[in-house]
Every structure is written in structure tokens, then in C-alpha cells.
């Protein structure tokens, strides 16, 4: 029995852990935004927090902030010099004593632009974390050039493999290849089969040799907590055959997968080992999942929780720092696009409210994904904070972005909310938090 339970408990600390350790790097970056802007704002802070609760490590800087940890790591907070909690809502009573000159350090008394960029900063450092750690992708591992050359090959079974690393693709099943986006089409063009002709530049001739077809049914990644990942499909698998019937190319796979409506499917998987290879039998259950579009709408679709791609990998070019920043913008407003697209579409019914996790789905996957590797644990980590960033601007009282409402009252009206007003609205705000956690946490335990 307790070894039974091991494995269990061995994983349970895993995704914990992966979770704690993404969690707090996100929340670091988020408070050391508002810590930072806060001081260069003139704002003096008493407290910088990671965790909650009793206190295990702590030590004073010369600018009188403590910095901390705290024994609870599901979150974190700046105290800033005033506040009567760490949420900066109200004073803590010796603002009134102050001279205006210390007033205008705490964040009941700085300027209103100051206190507002001090709010912002901590979702724009998110983005700004976002945007690095993509950027940072494309200059360190690269990104394909658009010459389709052939660089690393995949593992697939012998008979198939006949490119070259240097080989440059000109034709493939008698279309023209001149760009690696070519490439690409051909294997949604190009009938599929086990092997196709190629054209190749190798050596300064043009040969025409047989290889695989360009994308085949091999598995290039596994979705976390889809019907792929729970049956034990593993990145490098390549699908030879669904319910008997041979598979030749991806294309195939998703017609199949797409035409048994979520029925069961029985996959014969050909496995590279140490040793060589295997082949392995597994029975799964498609899952109907909603997927973002192209003009920021959605489609449903059955999948298997499986991603494909080329069977080689492209030779690859760095990009300088202006087009990593470039990729990086653009890989975060995707995500925010898709994420405030993806709330509309629950809202309205046009979704399923499985698309939202709560905090047990979010600790699964970031498990899941840091099993996969420290790239694709990392590459979570910039997708996440992404999205708190964008939860953080919601403008619900207690979130960044419903300080800012404050802050825009202030500026119209001249005057801050009443403290009665700002009061009845943070009820309302934890009341409208603690409902979507519910929730969150209702989808975590009841969908598939």
C-alpha cells in the first residue's frame, strides 16, 4: 500500500513545488514593480513580502524597506510607508501627522500621477517579463530560417530517413519548395504518404531522393492534462496507425481524430528506446476543447492533445534584440487577446467555463510542463505572467485595476472616493474574487 502511494505523493510534491516556484517568480516581478516605480516615485516602502504569514528570512536595506519571506508562498505584497494594510487602502493614521514633505512619500499623500504609475507598474512588469523571457527564446535557441534547409533529423523509423543535415528542400511530390513556409503548405497540399519524392540541394547538384512525408504523424508535443498526456504519449512518439488502419502523415491523424466525433480510438505508436525502438498499443477518448482563432474567435474541435511538426528541424538564425523584443510583444498580446476573448466567449455561453482553471489546474499544469523541461517550464512561466498581468488591470476593487479607477475618479473629480465608498466596493471586490476562485476551483474538480 504506502508503496503505492509513493509514486502519487512523489508527484503531488512535483506539481506543488513547479507551482510555488512559478507563482513566486511572477509575483516577485509583480511587486518589485510597484516597489521600484514606487521609489523612483519618490514613495517610500516599509515592506517587500513574498508569501504570507509568519516570517522566516528578513533583512533591512538602506533605503528602510524590509524584505521578506513569509512562510505561506501563495502570493506577496509592498507595503508602502502609510498604508494600513497591504492591499494600500487607506492610512494607517500618522499621514496626518506627517510635514507635507513626508507626506508626499507615502502613497495616501504622493501626487496622483505618481500613485498611479506605482499601481500600473506591477502588471506592466509582468508584460515586460513576458516579453523577455519570449524574446530571449529567439536569441539564444533561434528561430528557423526561412530557407527550408534541413538540420537536425527526428527519430523516425529507419526506413523513411534518407535527408541529410545541409540538405536545402527545392521541390517536394513535385511542388516547388523556394521558402520553409512552403514546405509547410505542401504537407497540408500534397496527398499524404509514407514517403515523397524530394528535390534537394546537397553539394552544389540537385538530387531527388525519398524521405518521409514532411509533417508526419509524429509527436512533437503533448498538451498537460489531455487524453494524450494521461494515457502516457510521449513527445518523440509517432503514431504508425488508428484502429488498424495505417497513418502516413499529421494531416491524417487529425482527419481521423476529427471524423470518430470523440469516440475511442486505438493507437498503434511506434517508440524510439535506448535499445532501438517499440511498439506500443493505447486506447483513448478524444476531448472536445475550444481553440482560438486566427480573427480572435473560437472553434471546437475534438483533440487529442497532441501538436505536430516537420521531421527534421529547421536550420536556425538568431534574432537581434530589436526583433526578439519584436517576437516577444507579439507572443504577449496573443496571449492577452486570446485570454480577453476567451472570458467573452465563456460569458456568453459560446464556450465551454471548462477554459478556466482555477488554482488546481494551473498547479497541474505547471507540474506537467516542468516535467517536460526547464525551456518549457520557463516558456509557462512568461504565458502566466502574461495573464496575471492582464487579471491584475481587471478593474475590480482590490486588483491593480480597480485602484486605478480610483485613481482615474480622483483626477476627474478632484477628490478621492470617500473612505465609506472605498470600503463597500473592496467588500464588493473580495466578495467578486472569492466567487471566481469558487468557480475556478468548481471547473479544477468537475471537468475533464
Not at 513566486?24 to 504569514?53: L, P, Q
Not at 510607508?81 to 493614521?93: E, I, T
Not at 516547388?176 to 553539394?203: C, F, I, K
Request: glycine share 10%; charged share 15%.
Amino acid at each position: 500500500m504506502i508503496a503505492d502511494f509513493l509514486p502519487q505523493f512523489g508527484g503531488l510534491i512535483w506539481t506543488v513545488l513547479a507551482f510555488v516556484v512559478a507563482l513566486s517568480v511572477i509575483v516577485a516581478i509583480h511587486e518589485y514593480g510597484h516597489y521600484i516605480v514606487g521609489r523612483w516615485c519618490g514613495i517610500k516602502a516599509d515592506v517587500f513580502s513574498i508569501g504570507f504569514g509568519p516570517v522566516v528570512w528578513k533583512r533591512m536595506d538602506k533605503h528602510g524597506t524590509q524584505w521578506q519571506v513569509a512562510a505561506l508562498p501563495l502570493g506577496g505584497y509592498v507595503k508602502f510607508r502609510g498604508d494600513a494594510n497591504a492591499a494600500s487602502v487607506g492610512g494607517d493614521g500618522t499621514v496626518t501627522a506627517m510635514s507635507q514633505a513626508e507626506r508626499a512619500t507615502t502613497m495616501t499623500g504622493a501626487a496622483l500621477w505618481r500613485r498611479a504609475a506605482t499601481v500600473a507598474a506591477g502588471p506592466v512588469f509582468n508584460f515586460i517579463l513576458s516579453i523577455l523571457i519570449f524574446g530571449a527564446f529567439v536569441i539564444v535557441a533561434g528561430r528557423p530560417a526561412e530557407a527550408p534547409v534541413v538540420g537536425d533529423l527526428k527519430s523516425l523509423p529507419a526506413s523513411v530517413v534518407t535527408l541529410q543535415p545541409g540538405d536545402e528542400i527545392v521541390a517536394v511530390g513535385g511542388s516547388p519548395v523556394a521558402r520553409l513556409a512552403d514546405l509547410v503548405e505542401a504537407a497540408q497540399s500534397v496527398p499524404p504518404a509514407e514517403t515523397l519524392p524530394y528535390d534537394v540541394r546537397r553539394d552544389g547538384q540537385v538530387v531527388t531522393v525519398d524521405a518521409a512525408f514532411p509533417m508526419p504523424a509524429r509527436v512533437e508535443a503533448v498538451q498537460p492534462r489531455s487524453a494524450a498526456w494521461d494515457i502516457g504519449i510521449r513527445p518523440g512518439d509517432v503514431v504508425t496507425a488508428i484502429d488498424g488502419t495505417p497513418i502516413a502523415s499529421f494531416q491524417d491523424l487529425q482527419a481521423v481524430v476529427k471524423a470518430g466525433d470523440g469516440a475511442p480510438l486505438g493507437l498503434a505508436v511506434w517508440r524510439p528506446t535506448d535499445a532501438g525502438s517499440e511498439t506500443l498499443e493505447f486506447t483513448l477518448a478524444p476531448r472536445r476543447m475550444d481553440l482560438p482563432t486566427s480573427d480572435g474567435g473560437f472553434e471546437t474541435r475534438w483533440l487529442i492533445g497532441i501538436t505536430g511538426g516537420l521531421f527534421f528541424d529547421p536550420v536556425t538564425e538568431r534574432a537581434n534584440p530589436l526583433e526578439a523584443v519584436a517576437y516577444g510583444a507579439e507572443q504577449t498580446w496573443f496571449i492577452v487577446r486570446s485570454s480577453l476573448s476567451a472570458l467573452s466567449h465563456i460569458a456568453t455561453g459560446a464556450i465551454s467555463t471548462c477554459n478556466l482553471s482555477g488554482p488546481i489546474g494551473i498547479a497541474e499544469t505547471s507540474g506537467a510542463v516542468a516535467s517536460q523541461g526547464a525551456e518549457n517550464f520557463i516558456w509557462f512561466i512568461a504565458v502566466l505572467s502574461a495573464a496575471v498581468g492582464l487579471l491584475n488591470l481587471f478593474p475590480i476593487p482590490i486588483l491593480d485595476g480597480g485602484h486605478l479607477v480610483f485613481h482615474a475618479y480622483e483626477a476627474i473629480r478632484g477628490k478621492p472616493p470617500s473612505d465609506g465608498a472605498v470600503r463597500v466596493l473592496m467588500t464588493v471586490g473580495v466578495a467578486l474574487m472569492g466567487l471566481l476562485m469558487v468557480f475556478a476551483l468548481f471547473n479544477d474538480l468537475t471537468c475533464p
